[in-house]
C-alpha cells in the first residue's frame, strides 16, 4: 500500500511540476557601466522551494557563468573569466528566486544570459549591455500648427528595452509633462495643462523609443523639452524644441515685409533713372546724326 502511495506521489511531482510554473527574468534588459554589480534577476512563478533543485546560469548559450547543483554551487563547470565574480544567494532558493549577482562588469560581459531549471526543462533569458546609455533627440526644433498633435522623437543609444525604466518628459525646468514608471503612466506629478493629451506608446519602449505625441498643441506648448531616463544612481537627458505656429513674432515679419519692399522701390527707382538716362542718351545720338 505505502509503495502504490509513492509511486501515485512522484507521479502526480513529475506531472505537475513541468506544465504547473514558469520561469520569469524581468527586467527583460538590464544596463550598467563598467565596473559596477548587476543583479539578473529571475524566479518561478508561482514560487516554490528550488533549495534541491538544479540552477544554471549560461551567457549567449555555450558560455557558463554559474551552476548550483546538488545544494551547493559548482565551480567546476563555470567559465573561468566568472570564477569569483558571480553570487547566487541560496537563502532566497526557497522562495523560488534565482537571481544572480555579477560582480565588477565589463564590456566583455556584454549579452544574453539564460537561467535554466534543466530537471524540467524550463528557462529565462535577460539580455546586459555594458556602457554609457545616451538619450538622443533631434537637434532640429519641430514646427506645427494651433489645434494639430505632435509628435517629440527620442530614443536611446544604444538600443534597448526600457519596458522596466523610468522615463520622464519635462517642459522648461520643473512642468512634468509625461512620466512613466512602475511598467504604467503615473500622472501624480502631470502638469494640469497637459493633462489628456500626452501619449507615450509604451510597445514602442520595447526598442528604445520614448518619443510623446502632444495632441491639439497651442501656442503656450511653445518651449524646450526634456526626456530623462532615470535611475536611482544616475539621470540621463535629451532636448528638443516646440514651435508652434510661425517661428518669426509679428514685428520681425513686418520688419522683413517693409525691407524687401524697400528693396522692391529702390530698384525700381534705379530702372526708372537707367529708361531715362537712355532715352537721353539715344536722343544726342540722334541729333549728331542729324548734323552730319
Given at each position: 500500500m ?8 512522484i ?30 534577476s ?8 528550488l ?13 557558463i557563468?554559474?551552476?548550483?547543483r546538488?545544494?551547493?554551487d ?17 537563502q ?11 560582480i ?14 534543466p ?45 522596466g ?69 544616475w ?42 538716362r ?10 549728331s546724326?542729324?548734323?552730319r
Amino acid at each position: 500500500m505505502k509503495i502504490i502511495f509513492l509511486l501515485v506521489l512522484i507521479l502526480f511531482m513529475v506531472e505537475g511540476f513541468p506544465g504547473a510554473f514558469k520561469l520569469v527574468c524581468s527586467p527583460p534588459t538590464v544596463q550598467r557601466e563598467p565596473g559596477q554589480d548587476v543583479v539578473l534577476s529571475c524566479a518561478v512563478e508561482p514560487p516554490f522551494d528550488l533549495t534541491a533543485q538544479t540552477v544554471e546560469w549560461s551567457r549567449d548559450t555555450d558560455v557558463i557563468v554559474h551552476v548550483y547543483r546538488s545544494r551547493a554551487d559548482n565551480q567546476f563547470l563555470q567559465n573561468q573569466k566568472f570564477r569569483g565574480r558571480t553570487v547566487l544567494i541560496h537563502q532566497n532558493l526557497k522562495d523560488g528566486k534565482v537571481s544572480l549577482r555579477l560582480i565588477n562588469i565589463t564590456k566583455e560581459d556584454e549579452g544574453n544570459y539564460s537561467c535554466c531549471l534543466p530537471n524540467h526543462e524550463v528557462q529565462s533569458s535577460v539580455t546586459l549591455t555594458v556602457g554609457d546609455l545616451k538619450v538622443f533627440c533631434p537637434p532640429m526644433p519641430v514646427q506645427t500648427e494651433p489645434g494639430q498633435d505632435v509628435v517629440l522623437s527620442c530614443s536611446v543609444e544604444p538600443q534597448i528595452n526600457l519596458t522596466g525604466q523610468t522615463v520622464e518628459w519635462t517642459r522648461g525646468t520643473d512642468d512634468v509633462v509625461h512620466r512613466y514608471r512602475s511598467q504604467g503612466d503615473d500622472k501624480t506629478d502631470q502638469h494640469q495643462r497637459f493633462n489628456n493629451r500626452t501619449f507615450l506608446n509604451h510597445q514602442n519602449l520595447e526598442n528604445g523609443n520614448v518619443s510623446l505625441r502632444l495632441n491639439n498643441v497651442t501656442k503656450e506648448d511653445e518651449g524646450n523639452y526634456s526626456c530623462c531616463l532615470r535611475k536611482k544612481d544616475w539621470v540621463r537627458c535629451s532636448t528638443i524644441t516646440l514651435i508652434v505656429g510661425s517661428s518669426l513674432s509679428p514685428g520681425v515679419i513686418a520688419a522683413i515685409v517693409l525691407g524687401v519692399l524697400g528693396v522692391v522701390g529702390v530698384f525700381g527707382v534705379l530702372a526708372v533713372l537707367f529708361c531715362i538716362r537712355t532715352r537721353s542718351d539715344l536722343q544726342t545720338d540722334s541729333a549728331s546724326i542729324a548734323l552730319r
